[in-house]
């Protein structure tokens, strides 16, 4: 047992540091680049950043739903926010950039 708990401590480290080594994505950048656009002035409906009313009702779906649907797109919303050359990752710290005044 005391080997099993020694090999998964040994794992979880050298994930933490391959996570660490990898930059962070820089969410302000990516949103400034790719999302303030339309969520800063809520062209085609889009909800605004900080405007925790409009944001509400979307908060209530899981974040794993709203990250797909930045990823994918929704409605009015393009894949992306069109910006098709961003990673997933780059796409889900914009978002939680975007949502960090309302959570
Ligand atoms: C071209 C304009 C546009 C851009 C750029 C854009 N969005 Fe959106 N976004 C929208 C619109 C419009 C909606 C509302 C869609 C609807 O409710 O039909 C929306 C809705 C959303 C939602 C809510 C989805 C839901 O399930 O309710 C999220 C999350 C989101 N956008 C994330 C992002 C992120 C992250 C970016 C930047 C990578 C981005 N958007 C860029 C227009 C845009």
Redo the contacts with the bound molecule.
Sequence with gaps: MKKITAALLAGTATLAFAASVQAEPDGEA??NQ??????MTG?????IKGDADA?A??LE?DMD??????IEG?????P????VN?SDE???A??DF??EPVL
Excluded at 34 to 39: D, K, P, S
């Design positions: 990516i949103y790719a999302c303030m656009a339309c969520h062209a085609a409906g889009a909800p944001w009702p979307r779906q739903t709203l990250y797909a649907h930045s929704f409605g009015a919303m393009p992306k926010g069109g910006h961003l780059e796409v889900k914009a978002l975007m949502l």
